[in-house]
């Protein structure tokens, strides 16, 4: 993986996380087949010796019936440990890019003006007692296998968090330029123009937009004078969310006169 970042001049890294696969539970496969074949085996024999003193094979059916049973079964585990076992991986953030490797494969490197976006995404489920917060990261290269990052993979949430910093660094002033040139932006489920913004068919001026807030998974946009959400769109519906609000933000307080404060990141 280092090597790899070298020779794509990614820089240090700056963060690192990787997946750890699950052991396969053996004992599933192995307790079938050392009660399984003993039981064929001695199916087989009752059959064989039935035919010779009875002439009647069949007194040993049941056995072999429940035995293959039984070693069909081991088989079946078996083969869900060859052909469904994960491999580990890596994905590595550098100070000009990502990189994963995959085990057994050659790293996969991309600088941030080769990823077309990222998308993020993190759900909170609650029993009355406990709440768990689970968060997702898709990395879309311009080229290439998208990325997605999970809690699957160590230290998932602080490296998502630090991820969409760096790439929300490089791609905000250049979505900042696009704007100022007149185009519209798009992020996927919604999209940006130096007049206002949309999704769909719909569409909002910069004057008549109040707020802009994501909480609990959802973007809400409000119009002023409305008590609803003038649109409530999923989250992981908005491609580089944290650059979309913060261009938003920047087109909000110019349409309504006000100058963006100092440090605005847009």
Do not use: C
Not at 12 to 31: A, C, D, M, N, Y
Request: proline letters at 5%.
């Amino acid at each position: 993986m280092s090597r790899v970042a070298r020779d794509f001049e990614l820089g240090s890294r700056q963060g690192l996380v990787w997946t750890e696969p699950k052991r396969f539970p053996w004992i599933v496969v192995l307790l079938p087949a050392l009660v399984g074949l003993p039981m064929l085996w001695l199916g087989m024999s009752s059959a064989v010796e039935g035919r010779r003193s009875h002439g009647a094979w069949y007194h040993g059916l049941p056995l072999l019936i429940v035995g293959a049973a039984v070693v069909a079964a081991a088989g079946y585990f078996l083969f869900l440990a060859l052909t469904r076992r994960q491999a580990q991986v890596w994905v590595g953030r550098y100070q000009h890019g990502i990189v994963r490797e995959v085990a057994g494969h050659v790293p996969e490197a991309y600088s941030w003006d080769e990823i077309d976006g990222i998308r993020r995404s993190s759900t909170t489920v609650t029993n009355g007692i406990i709440s768990v917060t689970t968060h997702e990261l898709r990395v879309r290269p311009r080229e290439g296998t998208e990325m997605t990052v999970t809690d699957a993979y160590q230290g998932a949430a602080r490296f998502i968090d630090e991820l969409d910093k760096a790439f929300t660094r490089v791609r905000l002033p250049q979505d900042r330029d696009r704007l100022k040139a007149g185009e519209r932006v798009d992020f996927f489920g919604a999209h940006l123009d130096p007049d206002g913004l949309g999704y769909l068919d719909h569409r909002l001026g910069w004057r008549e937009v109040d707020r802009i807030t994501m909480k609990h998974g959802w973007l809400e946009i409000h119009r002023h004078g409305d008590g609803k959400p003038w649109a409530r769109l999923p989250v992981e519906m908005i491609q580089n969310v944290s650059v979309f609000l913060a261009l938003a933000a920047r087109m909000r307080q110019e349409a309504s006169g006000k100058r963006p404060r100092p440090d605005d990141p847009a």
